[in-house]
């Protein structure tokens, strides 16, 4: 009977594998496009909507489950973490450790990989994200200095986080109640603090500014009713080196934070591109600096957006434009309220919508600098009858269809699904004769013997 079910198990996982390489050779599973989001003001007075709409659009990318986010950053460095990111990186390396320390009860040793991501996390506040593990770090140092009598530090370890964080809370079900009453206590007493103000200025401004990990706007602006402390200021914008400090709130005063941010390596080509862009985001084939923003970025899509304020509006035209085929897959005309009544979800939802091609206007007007009102593009495949019916570097297929040069040729032989169905039907068919012949044990003699003869 084993052997009976050893035969049905190695055919039928000959089967899945040959199914899943046929499908993977088809691109039913395809890697996720890489792409690049630009938004550009169409005049000065458009410059924070744009910048606003921007950081919400970025949100939305970030989490997609269709396409790989490119970080400008990382990109317009050529690929070079910058130093503080380093260190960012090296804090969570501790916070891991010391988290799994104190798990384990090795309280000395926890304390001093917590202690050395504290450390780090504050050399690096440009990079802290949403600070939930710097959070996490504060809390459980100031539990294990409680659980080593040091209520004192612990204490301040508290009020650190519930500064950073008023409305963080503790794992009832990881602690102790005396250490829960403690944390509970100090909450309170953070609840009827002093509070004050910072005023914040970047060159150039539109910059994006998180304090203590939450978005707050766009620069320069003013933050009230912060908690007398310390506080993390992050400041992004694309083209530049992230930028980020540490400021000391006193009580009703404001504080001042000026941050002159640093162009990255590729700023000077990406700055060129952007001064030309919203004519180019308008030509079908693309434009060259289209071509250029996906070279030195590595993007297979570009999601680019040209933003303009009319009155308590913004007017937003998107573009969608493919980097293999070098044209624009389709367009679309969105106004907002401005200012935001729920930016992140009217946002999301639009971004989100036309990113699957449901939100194509029916009519596009023309944005500045634009002479002709675009119509709504979504790319149909030319059909054709030789290489000349078609335009630019695209050549005509053997199926009568308009395709890039490069594509012609198809893939490698061994890269076809019919190569891998061979293959696999092969492999299965050999296999399965194998195992059919495979003496089963069951003809002739006692079951379980085995006899040898010398």
Same mark, same amino acid.
Request: charged share 25%; net charge neutral; with cysteine.
């Given at each position: 009977?084993?052997?009976?079910?050893?035969?049905?198990?190695?055919i039928?996982?000959?089967?899945?594998?040959?199914?899943?390489?046929?499908?993977?050779? #088809?691109?039913?599973?395809?890697?996720?496009?890489?792409?690049?989001i630009?938004?550009?003001?169409?005049? /000065?007075?458009?410059?924070?909507?744009?910048?606003?709409?921007?950081?919400?659009?970025?949100?939305?990318l970030?989490?997609?489950?269709?396409?790989?986010?490119?970080e400008p950053?990382?990109?317009l460095?050529?690929? /070079?973490?910058?130093?503080?990111?380093?260190? &960012?990186?090296?804090?969570?390396?501790?916070?891991?450790?010391?988290?799994?320390?104190?798990? =384990?009860?090795? !309280?000395?040793a926890?304390? %001093?990989?917590?202690?050395?991501?504290?450390?780090?996390?504050?050399?690096?506040?440009?990079?802290? $994200?949403?600070?939930?593990?710097?959070?996490?770090?504060?809390?459980? !140092?100031?539990?294990?200095?409680?659980?080593?009598?040091?209520?004192?530090? $612990?204490?301040?370890?508290?009020?650190?986080?519930?500064?950073? /964080?008023?409305?963080?809370?503790? =794992?009832?079900?990881?602690? +102790?109640?005396?250490?829960?009453?403690?944390?509970?206590?100090?909450?309170?007493?953070?609840?009827?603090?002093?509070?004050?103000?910072? /005023?914040?200025?970047?060159?150039? %401004?539109?910059?994006e500014?998180?304090?203590?990990?939450?978005?707050?706007?766009?620069?320069?602006?003013?933050?009230?009713?912060l908690?007398?402390?310390?506080?993390f200021?992050?400041?992004?914008?694309?083209?530049?080196?992230?930028?980020?400090?540490?400021i000391?709130?006193? +009580?009703?005063?404001?504080?001042?934070?000026?941050?002159?941010?640093?162009?990255t390596?590729?700023?000077?080509?990406f700055? #060129?591109?952007?001064?030309?862009?919203?004519?180019?985001?308008?030509?079908?084939?693309?434009g060259?600096?289209?071509?250029? !923003?996906?070279?030195?970025?590595?993007?297979?899509?570009?999601?680019?957006?040209?933003?303009?304020?009319?009155?308590?509006?913004?007017?937003?035209?998107?573009y969608?434009?493919?980097?293999?085929?070098?044209?624009?897959?389709?367009?679309? %005309?969105?106004?907002?309220?401005?200012?935001?009544?729920?930016?992140?979800?009217?946002?999301?939802t639009?971004?989100?919508?036309f990113?699957?091609?449901?939100?194509?206007?029916?009519?596009?007007?023309?944005?500045?600098?634009?002479?002709?009102p675009l119509?709504?593009?979504?790319?149909?495949?030319?059909?054709?009858?030789?290489?000349?019916?078609?335009?630019?570097s695209?050549v &005509?297929?053997?199926?009568?269809? &308009?395709?890039?040069?490069?594509?012609?040729?198809?893939?490698?032989?061994?890269?076809?699904?019919?190569?891998?169905?061979?293959?696999?039907?092969?492999?299965l068919?050999?296999?399965?004769?194998?195992?059919l012949?495979? +003496?089963?044990?069951?003809e002739g003699?006692?079951?379980?013997?085995?006899?040898?003869?010398?």
């Open positions: 009977m084993r052997y009976r079910i050893l035969k049905i198990f190695l039928s996982l000959i089967g899945i594998i040959l199914i899943k390489l046929s499908l993977y050779a #088809q691109g039913v599973s395809p890697l996720k496009k890489r792409i690049f630009v938004s550009v003001p169409s005049d /000065n007075f458009s410059n924070k909507p744009a910048a606003l709409y921007h950081y919400y659009v970025k949100k939305v970030e989490s997609s489950k269709d396409y790989q986010f490119i950053e990382l990109a460095e050529n690929g /070079n973490i910058t130093p503080n990111k380093k260190i &960012c990186a090296e804090a969570s390396t501790y916070y891991n450790a010391g988290k799994k320390q104190f798990e =384990n009860m090795d !309280l000395d926890a304390i %001093q990989s917590m202690s050395k991501a504290l450390s780090s996390y504050w050399k690096c506040p440009a990079y802290i $994200g949403d600070g939930a593990e710097y959070l996490e770090t504060l809390k459980m !140092l100031g539990a294990i200095y409680i659980f080593n009598r040091e209520e004192k530090m $612990g204490k301040e370890m508290f009020r650190k986080a519930l500064i950073f /964080n008023p409305e963080t809370t503790i =794992n009832k079900d990881l602690f +102790p109640p005396n250490i829960i009453q403690i944390f509970e206590k100090v909450k309170l007493e953070i609840s009827t603090m002093k509070k004050g103000s910072v /005023n914040i200025s970047t060159i150039p %401004q539109g910059a500014v998180f304090i203590d990990g939450k978005f707050v706007g766009i620069s320069p602006l003013i933050k009230n009713d908690f007398v402390g310390n506080h200021i992050s400041i992004s914008k694309d083209g530049y080196i992230n930028d980020g400090g540490r000391d709130i006193k +009580p009703d005063e404001e504080e001042v934070y000026q941050a002159q941010l640093i162009p390596k590729r700023f000077a080509e700055s #060129q591109i952007l001064s030309t862009i919203q004519t180019d985001v308008t030509l079908d084939p693309i060259e600096s289209i071509k250029s !923003l996906a070279a030195i970025t590595g993007a297979d899509m570009i999601f680019a957006n040209v933003v303009r304020r009319d009155g308590t509006e913004i007017i937003i035209d998107a969608l434009l493919d980097i293999a085929s070098k044209s624009r897959v389709y367009n679309s %005309q969105r106004r907002f309220n401005y200012p935001f009544k729920e930016a992140e979800s009217e946002i999301a639009f971004v989100l919508e990113l699957a091609g449901k939100t194509v206007s029916k009519e596009i007007q023309p944005v500045a600098k634009v002479e002709q119509k709504p593009v979504k790319r149909e495949i030319p059909e054709c009858k030789m290489d000349a019916d078609c335009k630019d695209m &005509c297929s053997k199926e009568g269809k &308009c395709i890039p040069a490069e594509k012609k040729e198809g893939k490698e032989f061994y890269k076809q699904w019919w190569f891998y169905t061979a293959v696999g039907s092969g492999l068919l050999i296999t399965c004769g194998a195992i012949l495979w +003496p089963s044990g069951e003699g006692s079951e379980g013997t085995i006899n040898f003869k010398f």
